[in-house]
């Protein structure tokens, strides 16, 4: 009879156990849910730079920093000359709790220093043509079909901000923006790039080719290579989604298709290493086009 009471006693204990397991699983899982938000929602927020060579890059732009937040005890370093950069251009400074910029920062990356901006400002595709005819050059324009890695398109701005690009277009819908993870990665570069964000690629296309542009896209199946390309001239280069690549739409609507050769067991490169590869190459022809 004792026997069967422990026994009972044990299965009770044992399923209290169970259940207790339970609730503390279900609570990490909410926990992470609500990390998981919190970082969705950071990564919407394009009114926000952090980190130090960021806001460094920020202050030497055309960028308008409203207010700096430094977290308290943190005054070392660089930080001190950012604020007093920032004192300088009467730029409020205020200090706030650590624990208030991992909330507010888009990423936990943020050295102790966030800066809000006014929204980023996206120019027309007149602007881009105007910086071209400015410069005494012919276009070379870069559109980006559905870049939805902000990662991917910081690298590229970077590039194409090093290899003479006059202007990136982006679409309104599922791409990404300029936000601060494209600040950081573009290292400065958006600051110094022309970026506009229209509604509809293929209609932009059209507008390009009535401007003199010649439009290539990029994609691995053409049978011609970006190396035995001539790009001297007007160019519009469009680099396709990470997975999908260029939409029909838009393939349809390009005079040219390149494609990169490759002879590993690897048939694709990331987005922005095609596109790095791909400018280089329209940078060379007009160079030796000189």
């Known amino acids: 009879m004792a026997k069967r009471e422990n026994k009972k006693r044990e299965e009770i204990e044992f399923q209290k156990e169970a259940e207790r397991q339970k609730r503390k699983e279900r609570a990490i899982k909410r926990e992470r849910e609500r990390d998981k938000e ?99 050059e012919k276009p070379f324009v870069l559109i980006l079909d559905e870049i939805e890695d902000p990662h991917n398109l910081g690298s590229i701005i970077r590039t194409a901000e090093l290899s003479g690009v006059h202007g990136v277009i982006i679409p309104k819908r599922r791409s990404a923006s300029v936000n601060t993870t494209v600040f950081k990665t573009s290292a400065g570069a958006v600051n110094h790039m022309a970026i506009a964000k229209v509604t509809n690629i ?6 390009l080719k009535e401007a003199g ?45 390149v494609s990169i050769p490759m002879v590993g067991k690897v048939n694709s490169l990331n987005a922005s290493v095609a596109a790095g590869i791909l400018m280089y190459e329209v940078m060379k022809s007009r160079i030796l086009d000189k």
């Open 38 to 136: 919190l970082v969705e929602e950071r990564e919407i927020n394009e009114n926000i730079i952090e980190g130090r060579n960021p806001i460094f890059e920020a202050f030497d732009s055309k960028i308008t920093v409203e207010k700096l937040l430094v977290s308290k005890g943190d005054s070392q370093g660089s930080i001190i000359k950012i604020i007093s950069i920032a004192k300088d251009k009467g730029i409020p400074v205020i200090e706030v709790d650590r624990r208030k910029l991992d909330a507010i920062a888009n990423s936990p990356n943020h050295q102790g220093v966030v800066a809000y901006i006014t929204p980023y400002r996206y120019v027309e595709i007149a602007d881009i043509l105007k910086i071209a005819e400015d410069r005494s």
């Open 202 to 207: 293929a209609r932009v296309i059209d507008e």
């Open 213 to 257: 542009l010649f439009v290539y896209g990029a994609d691995m199946t053409s049978e011609s290579k970006s190396y035995n390309t001539n790009f001297s001239g007007g160019v519009g280069l469009v680099i396709g989604n990470e997975g999908k690549g260029i939409s029909r739409l838009v393939k349809e609507k390009c005079d040219g298709i």
